[in-house]
């Protein structure tokens, strides 16, 4: 029901503990190259999470569902061939001013008062039988994140290539920032996979995290200022591809479970159903059909 009763499972708190460990290594990731390149790597979890979830849970991953994962994984190989270069950063005082432009600022700002209305509006409403609420917050919540944290990794990898940063504010009000965002993030993305299918879960949010990210990293980073046009289209067209798996892993994942039956299958199961109800009882199948006509 969307609630906090998985913080008392012990299996909870080992797969956090996996999880952390796993973002550790894409903590040290975001600080050697740019987001819009990192980021769609994350296609393969949507792998993993699916066929772990129809192998333990039980939960049903069709062949379209397949094919869904592998256009993932096409679209983002895509992006990753065609990512720019990383921006050199001399100092986190640079990320800092790119942080504080405008245009950033703007988006920022945009984020936080999404996120707000969601949390205080729609999730009360319609987070039981919306995805796209918990998503959503996740998302946009996530997208500041990772921002933040490769600000974080910068100021790390300067800090021990001989350039101290952890005497600069800036960098623990990015800290600080991380720490309020992965709090939320986790909240909410716990809610919405117990309360949703975990197959379905883990591609919207990849999709909706990426999609956000990559913006975020364009407005901030200026990635795109950097490339040419050809570059440009060819990770769209990459991005185009995931929005495509993902939506037919979404839409495909009900089939083989009943609710995709023609109405002359469901009208011929509920006959047969019928006639066995009448066995049951004791009325012989000749007699059975004598009943059944006017």
């Known amino acids: 029901f969307g609630g906090y009763s998985y913080l008392y499972e012990p299996l909870w708190w080992v797969g956090m503990i996996t999880m952390v460990v796993g973002e550790i290594a894409n903590f040290a990731a975001y600080a050697f190259a740019p987001a819009i390149l990192v980021t769609p790597l994350g296609a393969l979890s949507i792998i993993i999470s699916a066929a772990l979830a129809h192998i333990i849970l039980r939960e049903r991953l069709h062949i379209f569902g397949i094919l869904g ?10 992006i990753v061939l065609h990512a720019p270069a990383e921006r050199e950063i001399e100092s986190v005082i640079e990320v800092w ?9 703007l988006y920022a700002a945009l984020v936080i008062t999404a996120v707000f209305i969601l949390i205080f509006h729609y999730i009360p409403q319609y987070g039981q039988t919306h995805i796209m609420v918990y998503i959503g917050v996740c998302s946009l919540v996530g997208s500041l994140s990772v921002m933040s944290v490769k600000a974080i990794g ?19 009000a990015f800290t600080l920032i991380v720490i309020v965002c992965v709090l939320t993030q986790m909240n909410y993305l716990n809610m919405a996979l ?28 200026k990635d795109w200022d950097r ?17 495509a798996g993902t939506f037919l892993l979404h839409k495909t994942k009900d089939l083989g479970d009943g609710s995709s039956l023609t109405p002359s299958m469901s009208l011929r199961l ?21 009943l059944r006509t006017p």
């Open 69 to 78: 994962c592998i256009l993932c994984v096409v679209g983002s190989t895509t």
């Open 97 to 105: 001013n790119l942080a504080t432009e405008p245009a950033f600022l």
């Open 154 to 172: 910068i100021a790390l990898k300067l800090t021990l290539s001989g350039m101290n940063q952890l005497i600069y504010p800036q960098t623990w």
């Open 194 to 221: 117990d309360t949703f299918n975990t197959a379905v879960v883990s591609p919207i949010y990849y999709v909706m995290f990426t999609s956000l990210t990559i913006l975020a990293s364009v407005i901030m980073f």
């Open 227 to 243: 490339q040419n046009p050809t570059q440009i289209v060819t990770e769209m067209c990459g991005f185009v591809t995931i929005l």
């Open 270 to 290: 509920s006959k047969h159903a019928g006639n066995d109800d009448l066995e049951s009882e004791g009325i012989p199948l000749r007699r059975q059909e004598s």
